[in-house]
Nanobody, 118 residues
Framework: QVQLVESGGGLVQPGGSLRLSCAAS????????MGWHRQAPGKQRELVAS???????NYADSVKGRFTISRDNAKNTMYLQMNTVKPEDTAVYSC????????????WGQGTQVTVSS
């Protein structure tokens, strides 16, 4: 089992910045892909950004140019740098990770609330 713990959420003003962290309880050596997802009230969960083991990144059109996903393997941690945030970015942000050892293993964090409001 792997535990993923998100942190860094909170209240931020429109146009501001926030950095989310997702810490894994074990090494990312066998990681296949990690991602950030968000779910706003009354809406379906959507993929915000992902990063593969090789470092290839992918972003939702709504966050391109504003959000940056990264990973620090030495710290077993993934980040989401959120810049120029908008009220529509308000949601619960969750991270997930897919490992491959004897087969695919997917894990999810509990989520952290991000609220963009003045």
């Amino acid at each position: 089992q792997v535990q993923l713990v998100e942190s860094g959420g909170g209240l931020v003003q429109p146009g501001g910045s926030l950095r989310l962290s997702c810490a894994a309880s074990r090494s990312l050596f066998n990681i296949v892909v990690m991602g950030w997802h968000r779910q706003a009230p009354g809406k379906q969960r959507e993929l915000v950004a992902s990063i593969t083991s090789g470092g290839t990144t992918n972003y939702a059109d709504s966050v391109k140019g504003r959000f940056t996903i990264s990973r620090d393997n030495a710290k077993n941690t993934m980040y989401l740098q959120m810049n120029t945030v908008k009220p529509e970015d308000t949601a619960v942000y969750s991270c997930n990770a897919v490992f491959f050892r004897f087969g695919p293993e997917e894990y999810w964090g509990q989520g952290t609330q991000v609220t963009v409001s003045s």
